[in-house]
């Protein structure tokens, strides 16, 4: 997280050809993509909480998270919808969707310290019923599904990250997925390393297309682009 040079690295989503966008080999691997990159920051981050309260970086900024809340509630999500937080790292999402009236809230990360400080995050801020497990969403032998909603913001590039086999970690990511959700379940996916093309390109077995979230552009060259892709899509069979 604290490290801008690798996150910089990670994010480039520029393609230019169709072959290049589906490729498995879109973009360089990294150490964000590592279980141990991701403890060792929780881990410094749970450090840091305990000592002075300081949740540690929102990845992506809040205003990642206050677009899906706007979708959410366009959408008119009920309250009482299941919804998974698909590495949920220090949280934060958990309690601003508890604080918008969700009730029925999961999250999930496969580093041990991530838990602790969501839970230690969750409870300074007095948000109960929240549950949140040790899991590697890629091993998770079908234990998630029956959920209405499942988000990613960060997980699905840091996994396209992961030096050790990515091909297969991006193709089980999608079938856990595919468990996860119910039929015409949403899934919320926010993206710096991925194109919204790319994203339909990826999840264009069981998904369908339901609108692009506006994310800030910029002007490079003559040209417009966006650095981060914010997707919704919705589970059918």
Not at 60 to 89: C, H, N, Q, Y
Not at 150 to 166: E, M, Q, R, V, W
Not at 168 to 180: D, F, P, R, S, W
Not at 203 to 220: C, I, N, R
Request: proline share 2%.
């Amino acid at each position: 997280m604290d490290d801008s040079t690798d996150i910089t690295h990670g994010c480039g989503n520029t393609s230019d050809s169709e072959e290049e966008r589906c490729s498995d080999s879109d973009f360089g691997t990294s150490k964000l993509g590592t279980k141990e990159y991701w403890e060792d920051a929780y881990q410094r981050e749970l450090e840091t909480f305990k000592d002075i309260g300081d949740v540690g970086e929102i990845w992506f900024g809040e205003e990642s998270m206050s677009r899906v809340l706007r979708w959410m509630d366009k959408a008119k999500i009920p309250e009482d919808a299941a919804i998974l937080d698909i590495g949920t790292g220090n949280g934060a999402f958990l309690v601003e969707l508890a604080k918008s009236g969700y009730k029925n809230l999961t999250g999930i990360d496969y580093s041990p310290a991530s838990v602790e400080l969501a839970r230690n995050v969750l409870q300074a801020e007095d948000v109960t019923d929240v549950t949140v497990k040790e899991m590697d969403f890629l091993n998770c032998q079908g234990e998630l599904k029956g959920f209405d909603v499942c988000i990613d913001k960060g997980t699905f590039d840091a996994i396209s990250l992961n030096p050790d086999n990515t091909k297969e970690g991006k193709k089980l990511y999608i079938e856990a997925l595919k468990v996860a959700l119910k039929d015409k379940g949403f899934f919320t996916i926010t993206s710096c390393n991925w194109t919204k093309e790319q994203l339909l390109e990826r999840f264009s077995e069981g998904f369908e297309f339901v609108q692009e979230l506006p994310t800030p552009s910029f002007q490079f060259g003559g040209k417009t682009g966006n650095s981060v892709a914010a997707v919704i899509f919705k589970r059918v069979h």
